[in-house]
Antibody, heavy 121, light 107 residues
């Protein structure tokens, strides 16, 4: 059974940093691209960042480019999101999502339950 | 970025009704269009990929069609457990973008 478990969310002040983690199990992690998708309270879905199976291809939404860094550790079956210079508008539930493919972008066939990030003073 | 416009934003229907949601892309995306269901307090779930392919395990009352810029998602006979918000998503170009969602309620 595929499982994606996010952690690392919490309350943080504007301008500070936070690192999210996603622990994956139930599939061959290093065969698939992975993504972070967020959802602000009461709002829709927004793709944040994605990374190919071997970290050779990485993409970011313009809203986080230069502030967030996605990475993965295939030996640990884990995905990460380093979030720096956090803003109030980054407040959201952050989902880890598995891609159907390994290199490019296709569709998100499994999602974690999310970790909540609240940016507030 | 490719803009995805869903309609309607909300919809109220009765059990057994046929329900249709549309999604329009701001440019041609071929069939690179997916549909997700999100129940309250839950993560999204993939229902339809590549415009018309039913994800494994998804009931056959769900279907999708379309190509280019205009797409349709249909529930052939609405069930109480279908109460959710539905999102379309394109993956023709980075960044992948979602529609604003359609909130489906039981009348």
């Amino acid at each position: 059974e595929v499982q994606l478990v996010e952690s690392g969310g919490g309350l943080v002040q504007p301008g500070r940093s936070l690192r999210l983690s996603c622990a994956a199990s139930g599939f061959t992690f290093d065969d698939y691209a992975m993504h972070w998708v967020r959802q602000a309270p009461g709002k829709g879905l927004e793709w944040v960042s994605g990374i190919s199976w071997n970290s050779g291809s990485i993409g970011y939404a313009d809203s986080v480019k230069g502030r967030f860094t996605i990475s993965r550790d295939n030996a640990k079956n884990s995905l990460y999101l380093q979030m720096n210079s956090l803003r109030a508008e980054d407040t959201a539930l952050y989902y880890c999502a598995k891609d159907r493919g390994g290199v490019g972008l296709s569709y998100f066939d499994y999602w974690g339950q999310g970790t909540l990030v609240t940016v507030s003073s | 970025d490719i803009q995805m416009t869903q309609s309607p934003s909300s919809l109220s229907a009765s059990v057994g009704d046929r329900v249709t949601i549309t999604c329009q892309a701001s440019q041609d995306i071929s069939n690179y269009l997916n549909w997700y269901q999100q129940k309250p307090g839950k993560a999204p779930k993939l229902l339809i990929y590549d415009a018309s392919n039913l994800e494994t395990g998804v009931p056959s009352r769900f279907s999708g069609s379309g190509s280019g810029t205009d797409f349709t998602f249909t529930i052939s006979s609405l069930q109480p457990e279908d109460i959710a918000t539905y999102y379309c998503q394109q993956y023709d170009n980075l960044p992948p973008t979602f529609g604003q969602g359609t909130k489906l309620e039981i009348k």
